[in-house]
């Protein structure tokens, strides 16, 4: 979190091991782990007698699950936002295009269930935002597009946490399933224009509704 709200910079060192699993409360250990982590997202890079170093962002894994979270928790610029919502832009209408030419009776059925549940749980619970990940994971499988279904984990971490973000200080300000439930019958019906113009309006909905979220 430090790192990502920018309180360490790109190129500071961190403090060395003991002194930082101390400061942590964990063990050393444990807090090797925490530094094998990052380097792997790219976040810190570790040299023998120089010590561990804060990479320049442009190295960051943004779409690692992990990164995003940690970005969105700690305060995102609108500049992020607006960057997270045109990587969604450009990703999920073409899925929804894709999807309704593609999807099986039983990906239907699966999406069905999973905007069932978000009725019943709505967006303020867990249980609503995983529905509503599930929704969206099956429109990128439905396309059977080995190389979009793998931006899964990417795509549901940002609408998990944006849609987290949205209510950190105020109600949603509008409910957002009937734009979802038109998806739905644009994909049912097989329809691809319809499909990408439903998901196109349903993703600049949800960026609007962020951006007010910045001013609260």
Do not use: C
Request: aromatic share 4%.
């Amino acid at each position: 979190m430090a790192i990502v709200s920018g309180r360490i910079q790109p190129g500071e060192v961190l403090a060395n091991e003991i002194d930082s699993s101390e400061q942590l409360s964990v063990s050393r250990s444990a807090y090797r782990e925490a530094v094998k982590m990052l380097a792997a997202k790219g976040m810190v890079e570790s040299r023998p007698k120089t010590g561990t170093t804060v990479s320049a962002r442009s190295r960051w894994n943004l779409l690692d699950p992990d990164v995003l979270a940690w970005i969105i928790e700690s305060g995102p610029t609108e500049e992020f936002l607006r960057g997270l919502f045109e990587l969604r832009m450009i990703v999920e209408p073409a899925a929804a295009a894709l999807a309704a030419e593609r999807r099986t009776s039983a990906q239907l059925a699966h999406m069905r269930q999973a905007l069932q549940a978000m009725e019943r749980h709505t967006l303020k619970t867990e249980e609503g935002r995983a529905a509503d990940r599930e929704f969206h994971d099956v429109i990128l499988e439905a396309t059977g597009n080995d190389l979009l279904i793998s931006l899964s984990s990417s795509i549901g971490a940002a609408i998990r946490w944006t849609t987290i973000f949205k209510q950190r200080k105020r109600e949603l300000p509008r409910d957002p399933l009937p734009d979802h439930w038109r998806v739905f019958d644009a994909i049912a019906a097989g329809g691809p224009a319809e499909a990408r113009r439903t998901m196109e309006e349903l993703v600049g909905l949800a960026l609007e509704d962020t951006r007010g979220s910045l001013d609260n």
